[in-house]
T-cell receptor
Framework: QKEVEQNSGPLSVPEGAIASLNCTYS??????FFWYRQYSGKSPELIMS????GDKEDGRFTAQLNKASQYVSLLIRDSQPSDSATYLC?????????FGKGNQVVVIP | DADVTQTPRNRITKTGKRIMLECSQT?????MYWYRQDPGLGLRLIYY???????NKGEISDGYSVSRQAQAKFSLSLESAIPNQTALYFC??????????????FGPGTRLLVL
């Protein structure tokens, strides 16, 4: 089992709608969780980090963490064409960051 | 100027050649990392270094070696390149007192093609 799983295929959302991304992790000792955005051909950039159970909001982005269920999610409200990218979920544990394969989001104008 | 730089940005080499990818940072971070990214496989950690005297293997270190020449420089070498090492390589850095809360900052990447 891969440490961080992002199983959803490409997600297409209309402009202005909510995009919802999910991620599960296998290591219960994971201490912190991150969402990175990666545009095609570019490097990943951090958009959200979350360390405690519950919700964390930053602008149009909300991260949710449920350690009991080993589940992390990212909501993007009022999706914009500039949000079209691949979103990488990552979990920190054992001195390293483990990444999921990523979910592609396409925002349709 | 970019905080994390990688050279070269693109490289084509032949099977069996030794090549070196270089990473430099001006962020003053202690921790540096090398990842490779393959389509459908995501980012995988090759090596990481928490300071100049500390080098650690990641999940896919076979066929690679690294050198931490200074706090700001971390190089990745492919001793004898093979075609399945064709990938996008990223260097990343992080710093601070709590490693588990640190953001990793990525360089622009090196696209490597091994023929």
């Amino acid at each position: 089992q891969k440490e961080v799983e992002q199983n959803s295929g490409p997600l297409s959302v209309p402009e202005g709608a909510i995009a919802s991304l999910n991620c599960t992790y296998s290591d219960r000792g994971s201490q912190s969780f991150f969402w990175y955005r990666q545009y095609s051909g570019k490097s990943p950039e951090l958009i959200m980090s979350i360390y405690s159970n519950g919700d964390k909001e930053d602008g149009r982005f909300t991260a949710q963490l449920n350690k009991a269920s080993q589940y992390v999610s990212l909501l993007i409200r009022d999706s914009q064409p500039s949000d079209s990218a691949t979103y990488l979920c990552a979990a920190y544990g054992n001195n390293r960051l483990a990444f999921g394969k990523g979910n592609q989001v396409v925002v349709i104008p | 100027d970019a905080d994390v730089t990688q050279t070269p940005r693109n490289r084509i080499t032949k099977t069996g050649k030794r090549i070196m990818l270089e990473c430099s940072q001006t962020k003053g971070h202690d921790r540096m990392y090398w990842y490779r990214q393959d389509p459908g496989l995501g980012l995988r950690l090759i090596y990481y270094s928490f300071d100049v005297k500390d080098i650690n293997k990641g999940e896919i270190s076979d066929g690679y070696s690294v050198s931490r020449q200074a706090q700001a420089k971390f190089s990745l070498s492919l001793e004898s390149a093979i075609p399945n090492q064709t990938a996008l390589y990223f260097c990343a850095t992080s710093g601070g007192s709590r490693s588990y809360q640190e953001t990793q900052y990525f360089g622009p990447g090196t696209r490597l093609l091994v023929l």
